[in-house]
């Protein structure tokens, strides 16, 4: 089995910054795209932010220019830098991965990380 573990969410002050980590565990052939997902409470999941694995980069309007995804692939992990933080980035973040296995590729979700942002 893969497990995506994500660690640095938390209560931040607005204009405040988060680091959010993922790593990969378990016996796989490699890792595609992976990503950042957010839900805010009544609303639909949506795509913060992609990093391919050639480094291409895709974010999402509202976080363009304050946030900025990376990955480790020695680590089989990836971060989200979130600077200027406002209230309307408070939501759970899940980590998104596509992870092959043998020849088959499957769409794994971490557990989600609580990010608050206060004004």
């Known amino acids: 089995q893969v497990h995506l573990v994500e660690s640095g969410g938390g209560l931040v002050q607005a204009g405040g910054s988060l680091r959010l980590s993922c790593a990969a565990s378990?016996?796989?052939?490699?890792?595609?795209?992976m990503g950042w997902y957010r839900q805010a409470p009544g609303k639909q999941r949506e795509l913060v932010a992609a990093?391919?694995?050639?480094?291409?980069?895709n974010y999402a309007d509202s976080v363009k220019g304050r946030f900025t995804i990376s990955r480790d692939n020695a680590k089989n992990t990836v971060y989200l830098q979130m600077n200027t933080l406002k209230p309307e980035d408070t939501a759970v973040y899940y980590c998104?991965?596509?992870?092959?296995?043998?020849?088959?590729?499957?769409?794994?979700w971490g557990q989600g990380t609580q990010v608050t942002v206060s004004s």
């Open positions: 378990g016996s796989f052939f490699s890792i595609n795209t």
């Open positions: 990093i391919g694995s050639g480094e291409n980069t």
């Open positions: 998104n991965a596509g992870v092959l296995i043998t020849t088959r590729l499957y769409n794994i």
